[in-house]
């Protein structure tokens, strides 16, 4: 089986929320989740801070990846940085995945950057063995913070002169 991929288009928009929505329920944050297809809508196509693949399965979408380019400070190259990654449980175990990593791993390639990223919550093992069975590699060393929420306001205060 060869998934077809393809970039979603603003018409996407309400697509692209419910395999967010999946996403978030997977992770447990269904309650953290803000985003209406019309923000989607503003923050992808029209701002375009993102873009977003699907893997089709004759013709319906199985799963879907979100990705960015980022700076680096220290290697002078971009790279891309994964958001999300879902494919629905049905499509599982069935190359979707795979040929979603691919291709934006090709696609990050094409452009000149020099690597592809991605967070992995820590209680998903499986998804940890997927990636590490695809030749990824855990930077075990680096550790992620966040300012955020009430949090966030507290220290932007601090700098109001």
Known sequence: MNP???????????TILEFIRHLAAYEHMEDELKHTPDTLKQWIFDEGNAEVLFAMDDGKEAGFALFFPYPSTVFARKGIYMESLFVLPEYRGKGYGKALIEEVAR???????DRLEWWCIDWNTSSQKFYESQGAESLKQWYIYRFSGDNLADVAKRSER
């Open 4 to 14: 077809t991929i393809r970039f979603a288009k603003e018409e996407d928009s309400a």
């Open 107 to 113: 696609i990050t390639y094409e452009r000149g950057y």
